[in-house]
């Protein structure tokens, strides 16, 4: 049997707001443990939680950049379970009437592009964080997490691959981030993903028993667990097994998931509205209003990167990638009119260093401005394109401009005709039997000479003027 599968995600976006959903604390990552709570958040008796307007407007703004339908009444609801994280006893969320539904966006694998649909983005509130002791058989809760607000977005079973699941991910995350209303930290946690999976038989309608899967904290981490997944249940049948609804874990030391519980379905919720809160109503003008405000997104900007500056879509999409990679293109662009150079110089070296160390386009240690002045001074015949990768490396170490450095190792691009003519001159007359060869038709010999002029200026020299000046004395004699 040829099998398919068949892969929806639930995305957990931390708000970057300043207070908490429904109450006052401050929602900083890394305060002491239990120092951002009051009673609303802790679930005191008598409390009443009141709504935080910036959620709602984060929400919907979400909603309008993933073309959903924005309701005009929403409702929040309690999801009652227990864990020793969840102070209440539930959560207070949104169920049956959520904020948006019925988006989608456009993601693209292996050069194809496809339509993912997102069924709904509801708000809620976020549960606290618990400590395991390895060393001690008890647990310890921080509840500063508690009341963090969060938008969960919920794809449709669109998804057939981890290619396409990655793919996925990303584009909300850039999304998310384009709007500026969440960090998409997944080692913070802020930004979270668990994966629903199933297998059918390829040609089928029916859907598979489906297995979710939890602890899911990097791209490389959604990718080789849903991987995992689909041939351990593709396993299960081909044993004559039945496939469990199950919670599973990813372990991603041993690179395998493990059930954690049974997969419970809405009704083991018992979800009912809040009677705490209001209905929220929403009205056009409120809409309207967040839709003009709307920055361009990853999409737009990738359109206009293709039209504008005439890169390759395959630039534009790793330019656009991220806001501040693009913001990092478009700064340094202004300062040098060449866009591909600048594409090519950002896409090659600078993010090859960044990867190597680990550090993101905000952490550079070469300004806009500095890689925009380098590339000025190779256009200007100030230092050659090797020499410019000496500097470059300089310039990553320092973080000073690029005239400093090169004034500092003297390394200023020779481009005397007189004095490098002069040097061919004295090589050529010291090999003539390179020459002789040269002269014989064997072009490759040409390198020799180079190498030797490169050598003797200190790679200094400028490549065009050297090459024209042997090939000329080459075959004079002179």
């Not at 929040?76 to 539930?90: M, T, V």
Request: charge should be negative; include cysteine.
């Amino acid at each position: 049997m040829e099998f398919e599968a068949v892969i929806g995600l639930e995305v957990h976006a931390q708000l970057k707001t300043k207070t908490k959903i429904f109450c006052s604390c401050p929602t900083s990552f890394g305060a002491p443990p239990n120092t951002h709570t009051c009673p609303v958040c802790l679930g005191m008796p008598g409390v009443l939680p009141v709504l935080n307007k910036k959620v709602v407007e984060y929400a919907m703004l979400m909603g309008i950049a993933t073309n959903c339908t924005i309701s005009k009444n929403s409702r929040f609801a309690r999801k009652n379970y227990f864990y020793p994280d969840l102070p209440k006893g539930y959560q207070i969320s949104q169920y049956e009437l959520p904020i948006c539904e019925h988006g989608y966006i456009d993601i693209e694998t292996n050069g194809s592009k496809k339509r993912i649909g997102i069924t709904r983005i509801h708000m809620e509130e976020d549960a606290g964080k618990l400590i395991h002791d390895n060393s001690r058989p008890f647990s310890l809760v921080d509840f500063n997490r508690t009341g963090v607000p969060l938008i969960e977005i919920v794809s449709e079973p669109d998804i057939r691959s981890s290619d396409e699941a990655g793919a996925y991910l990303r584009k909300i995350r850039s999304i998310l981030r384009y709007l500026d209303i969440c960090d998409g930290n997944m080692e913070e946690g802020s930004f979270r993903c668990d994966a629903n999976i199933s297998i059918r038989q390829k040609g089928s309608q029916p859907f598979g028993t489906r297995t979710e899967l939890k602890n899911l904290n990097s791209f490389k981490n959604v990718e080789k667990a849903i991987l995992y997944e689909i041939e351990r249940q593709k396993d299960v049948i081909y044993d004559g097994e039945e496939v469990i609804q199950e919670t599973r874990l990813w372990d991603p030391e041993k690179n395998n998931t493990i059930s954690m519980r049974g997969k419970e379905d809405a009704h083991d919720y018992r979800y009912f509205p809040d009677p705490d809160l209001l209905p929220l109503s929403i009205d056009d003008s409120w809409i309207t209003k967040l839709k003009e405000e709307l920055p361009e997104l990853p999409d737009e900007k990738k359109e206009r990167f293709v039209a504008e500056y005439g890169l390759p879509e395959y630039d534009a999409d790793v330019l656009t990638s991220a806001v501040e990679l693009a913001g990092y293109f478009e700064s340094c662009a202004k300062e040098f009119n060449n866009p591909k150079q600048v594409s090519n110089w950002i896409m090659g070296s600078l993010l090859g260093l960044l990867n190597a160390e680990g550090k993101t386009i905000e952490e550079s240690p070469i300004s806009p401005s500095n890689l925009a002045g380098l590339l000025k001074l190779i256009d200007q015949n100030v230092i050659s394109g090797k020499i410019a990768k000496t500097v470059f490396e300089e310039m990553a170490k320092t973080g000073k401009p690029p005239e400093e450095i090169i004034k500092e190792k003297d390394l200023i691009q020779v481009t005397d005709e007189a004095l490098l003519e002069d040097i061919a001159v004295k090589l050529i007359a010291s090999s003539p039997k390179e020459a002789a060869e040269y002269k014989a038709g064997k072009t490759k010999v040409l390198g020799f000479f180079v190498g030797k002029i490169m050598k003797e200026t200190k790679g200094k020299a400028n490549p065009e003027i050297v090459n024209r000046i042997l090939k000329e004395k080459l075959l004079t004699g002179s």
